[in-house]
């Protein structure tokens, strides 16, 4: 008795190809143990009219299957669940019943309970999605990082995709770090120098890990990167926030018994300031007059098409004490977790054991895939396509920000992609942002940007790498109205 065609249909949301969708619908069933070994599947003809497709996408999803052992044909009786396919688990779940643990007491250290924000998941939905650091379909280069990473699944780079690296990295990344991305920072390095990273976030996390203790403490900008103050608590380290102004972090506020500088200096974020010559030469004296280390995260350094970008601190370091960290996921996408940390050996070899102890390596073919895509040339193509577009978009939102009478907190004169503002003292951007979702529009709070138990309520950030600039007007029109009603 064959299977009934009701029992199968398609998910409205489901991704991929329609053949796609039928090979997993069919398979999950199999391996959940709803089709048995032996029943029958609805003929070809059935199955494509009671999902409204094309017959050749049902047989075609049925072949796949076929030629994976899911399936068998005999002859013209039609397709059925073959014997050979993988059985479904031997057990049944217990209910759930009441831990007897006291996970209270269990839990020696908590991580969890930061204030680092959660981007909403479905915000390309949204018409107004003001949203920083998410990618941009419309400008990534599908179509040769595909060609990349079909590229690195070949058999001339079965080496790399396979093989496990312990604690090096790709030879290939490497070496295009060093003699392309570090140049344009005016920085020099050698391969025992660099270390391939899953983001700028793990090399924050391995930076902490190594460089503090419970004893030392570390001075962080105020207001700064959720994550990494999170990292910094997790550390047990003592953390000092240091106040920003319209030039970056300030030396001269820098505690004197500081031991690691962590600073943003080419889009400090988020207030998007960035550091002149002459501060950054105050900084390195000042580390130098404390024997601290600093840690230059510079995640935005590409966007600056405004101005040329100004040399990294680690370009300008004679002592060896800048630790610089990259990452590749801002420009690319936020999904590739892809980072380095650039610093000097000693530093590096502890970073390298570390991370091989956690995670040994990221993933071979991630880092061959990406050492094609930046060695081919479609890095700096996709680079300079970003740049003009968002300078196009800020253009566009400046002014409408200027229309609309919204106040500007912080301005970066290099460029970026968002601007830091702020709204009248009485507004709760938390309780702005919820109303503007009803609406459609997406924005991000400041207070969790903030240190300290009572944040100012009243900053937010507005970013434009991933709004159309045909949307960009109508959006902010919402955001002030929102506040008028508000006010």
């Not at 073919?365 to 050492?371: E, G, L, V, Y």
């Not at 992609?417 to 924005?443: E, N, Q, Y």
Request: with cysteine.
């Amino acid at each position: 008795m064959a299977l009934p065609v009701e029992t199968f249909f398609l998910h409205p949301d489901a991704e991929g190809t329609l053949q796609q969708q039928i090979q997993q619908m069919i398979a999950q069933g199999i391996l959940t143990g709803r089709f048995g070994t032996g029943e029958k599947l609805p003929s070809t003809r059935s199955l494509a009219r009671h999902l409204g497709i094309s017959r050749i996408t049902v047989t075609i999803a049925y072949t796949e299957l076929l030629a994976n052992d899911y399936l068998t044909s005999k002859g013209r009786s039609g397709y059925y669940v073959s014997e050979n396919a993988p059985a479904p688990p031997q057990f049944t779940p217990a209910e759930n019943t009441p831990d007897a643990v006291d996970w209270a007491r269990a839990i020696g250290q908590r991580f969890s309970g930061g204030v680092t924000p959660v981007k909403p998941q479905d915000w390309g939905k949204y018409r107004y999605p003001f949203i920083y650091g998410q990618a941009d379909p419309s400008l990534f280069d599908h179509a040769n990082w595909r060609l990349c990473a079909l590229q690195a699944l070949g058999q001339r780079d079965f080496t790399a995709l396979t093989t496990d690296y312990y604690d090096q990295d790709d030879p290939k990344l490497i070496e295009f770090i060093a003699r392309h991305s570090l140049p344009r920072r005016g920085i020099s390095a050698r391969p025992e120098q660099i270390l391939i990273t899953l983001g700028a976030q793990n090399a924050l996390w391995l930076t902490a890990q190594v460089l503090l203790t419970q004893r030392r403490r570390a001075a962080l900008e105020d207001p700064c990167y959720p994550a990494l103050r999170d990292i910094l608590t997790q550390s047990r380290c003592h953390v000092s926030p240091v106040q920003v102004d319209q030039e970056g972090l300030i030396p001269d506020a820098i505690p004197d018994d500081t031991d690691v500088i962590f600073t943003t200096p080419s889009h400090q974020c988020p207030t998007t300031a960035t550091m002149p010559m002459a501060r950054r030469r105050a900084l390195l004296d000042r580390a130098r007059a404390l024997d601290a280390l600093i840690v230059e995260d510079d995640y935005e350094f590409e966007m600056s098409f405004l101005k040329s970008p100004s040399p990294s601190l680690k370009s300008l370091d004679q002592d060896g004490r800048v630790i610089y960290v990259g990452s590749f996921s801002k420009s690319l996408f936020p999904g590739l977790r892809l980072g380095y940390l650039v610093g000097s050996e000693p530093f590096i070899r502890e970073a390298r054991a570390l991370r091989a102890s956690v995670l040994r390596h990221p993933p071979g073919h991630i880092q061959r895939t990406a050492a094609y895509f930046l060695s081919l040339g479609h890095y700096d193509a996709l680079v300079r396509r970003m740049s003009n577009t968002l300078h196009g978009r800020r253009t566009v939102m400046e002014d409408a920000i200027k229309a609309n009478g919204l106040q500007i907190a912080g301005r970066g004169a290099y460029g970026g992609s968002s601007f830091w503002m702020r709204a009248p003292d009485h507004i709760c951007t938390g309780d702005l942002a919820m109303r503007l979702r009803a609406k459609s529009v997406l924005i991000e709070p400041g207070a969790p940007f903030f240190n300290g138990d009572a944040p100012p309520q009243n900053y937010y950030r507005l970013a434009y790498s991933s709004i159309p600039s045909t949307q960009i007007a109508a959006g902010i029109a919402h955001v002030a109205q929102e506040i008028h009603r508000m006010g």
